[in-house]
């Protein structure tokens, strides 16, 4: 009973030894950063494992999702990637142009100002559902996957560049607008009913 348990302990410790002394003399060579599209990709049983990192970096696939990207200049201000997001971590707050502000790069009519177009990463579960439903392709996610900070802070990116006194001004102006319209609109219908009360 004890010199069976012995040759069994004997005989396991040589089994860890070996694969120890195995990969020690297999980590003379180093291996090859592939392609991901690489037949050999999983198939490399011998050298170093881990890469020279940063200055080596394992390469991620096409479809990879990363880091979420937003090119602000082809953003309608649509709220749909905010809607769609299931974790809330897209917060965007519009303002109404008094008229149409330009177009992005597929010829989409842009009528929204971006007052606030923030994304906490810390939040984001990589699904990429803003991707997709956004109609002019302006939020992506890119193939940078090392955004180690310090500060949980640094996590929140903020894309909008409107400054918060710029934000006020547009807003009045939209208001302005709006209550022109309205007065316009009540003077015309005084007008109206000046005239059919004049018929009768």
Known sequence: MILSKTISAF???WQGL???????????????VENIKSANYFQQQE????????????????????????????????DLCAKICPVNCIDIESIKATEAIGQTSD??????????????????????????????????????????????????YKYADMAPEEAEEKRKAFEKQQAEKQA????????MKENNSGAI
């Open 11 to 13: 005989t396991t410790a």
């Open 18 to 32: 070996s694969l120890t002394l195995r990969h020690l003399f297999a980590a003379r060579k180093q291996r090859k």
């Open 47 to 78: 050298g170093i494992v881990t890469i020279q990192y940063p200055h080596q970096k394992l390469p991620v696939p096409e479809v990879g999702r990363y880091q979420l990207d937003v090119e602000i200049d082809d953003c309608i201000v649509c």
């Open 107 to 156: 010829g989409t009519v842009k009528r929204l100002y971006a007052a606030k177009f923030d994304i906490d990463m810390s939040k984001c579960m990589y699904c990429g559902l803003c991707t997709v439903v956004c109609p002019t392709e302006c939020i992506t996610m890119n193939s940078d996957y090392d955004r180690s900070v310090t500060d949980p802070s640094e996590w929140l």
């Open 184 to 191: 316009a609109k009540e003077a015309a219908m005084q007008k």
